[in-house]
């Protein structure tokens, strides 16, 4: 069975500055998605960012960036300008490729950022 | 689009009360999904469909029951209501297959509930 662990319960960088979460997870599946969800206090869930694991680039989106690593088995999440509006819990998720039929996702058990100001 | 929406926002229920948590997509999707997030903790499966008929157990499905009879809905039941069921439960779609590889998870705000 697939399993996804964030180590880090929380973490804080200052304004403006730039932090790293980190992710692994184990799988014996070659196709798979990595994505990092952002959850506000809301508790709306919002797509930060995806990857292919059949990609060697690294995903970006804006200030989002990713550190896949395939063979370690990481997937690291970078936030550059660190704002004020980025302090949530981030997620991490995996979820087998379509040939599964099932498009299940598997969630860390999350890293609150905290955003000093 | 609407998206995913879910009624109620809020609930408490006494122990032994049972509901029934209410999901809607309108996008037509194939995939929904039903997850629990406890506090301080990610999400886990309760349930989940790959079409209208079409239902299978997650991580933790004891205490819940799903059915899905259109592509639309896909209500989760709670049987006799326990306080281990206190949680936050937010309903997922997916549109599966197609062109679209990645697939991306829409959710809905959640649900809160409260078993005293």
């Known amino acids: 069975a697939q399993t996804v662990t964030q180590s880090q319960p929380e973490m804080s960088v200052q304004e403006a500055e730039t932090v790293t979460l980190s992710c692994t997870y184990d799988?014996?599946?070659?196709?798979?998605?990595l994505f990092w969800y952002k959850q506000p206090p809301s508790r709306q869930m919002i797509l930060v960012i995806r990857?292919?694991?059949?990609?060697?680039q690294n995903a970006t989106e804006n200030r989002f960036s990713v550190n896949f690593q395939k063979a370690a088995k990481s997937f690291s999440l970078k936030i550059s300008d660190s704002q004020l509006g980025d302090a949530a819990m981030y997620f991490c998720a995996y979820r087998s490729g379509s040939t599964s039929g099932t498009y299940k996702y598997i969630f860390g058990t999350g890293t609150r950022l905290k955003v000093l100001a | 689009n609407a998206g995913v929406t879910q009624t109620p926002k809020f609930r408490i229920l006494k122990i032994g009360q049972s509901m029934t948590l209410q999901c809607t997509q309108d996008?037509?999707?194939?995939?929904m999904y039903w997850y629990r997030q406890d506090p301080g903790m990610g999400l886990k499966l309760i349930y989940y469909s790959v079409g209208a008929g079409i239902t299978d157990k997650g991580e933790v499905p004891n205490g819940y029951n799903v059915s899905r009879s259109t592509t639309e809905d896909f209500p989760l039941r709670l049987e006799l209501a326990a306080p281990s069921q206190t949680s936050v439960y937010f309903c997922a779609s997916i549109r599966g297959g197609g062109a679209s590889t990645y697939n991306e998870q829409f959710f809905g705000p959640g649900t809160r509930l409260t078993v005293l």
């Open positions: 990857q292919e694991a059949y990609k060697q």
């Open positions: 996008m037509n999707h194939n995939y």
């Open positions: 799988t014996s599946e070659s196709d798979y998605y």
